[in-house]
């Protein structure tokens, strides 16, 4: 195995990962942003109160999202287990 195979791989788990967390992170980012908008419209400056409507959105976006976030791991790892033999040959 050459070190230019394992930077391929290394990077192909990185690009998987951020995919993967892209849309849970983008729905508390958007979330988060509407609360504290919604919070400094009203004036109540209260940290607990993001917590909850964030967490309701994360859950949601990860059972609507869910199904991709798997197949994608899926395709993943069934092409890293399928390049183990070309990896071990060097070719």
Known sequence: MNPDAVVEIGQA???VGAKLCAPLLLTALVVGFAISLLQSITQVQEMTISFVPKLVAVGI???????????????????????????????
């Open 61 to 91: 976006a990860l059972v609507v999202c869910g199904h991709w976030m798997i197949a994608e791991l899926m395709s993943f790892t069934t092409d890293l287990f399928a390049r183990i033999p070309a990896l071990l040959s060097g070719g």
């Open 13 to 15: 788990a990185l690009v």
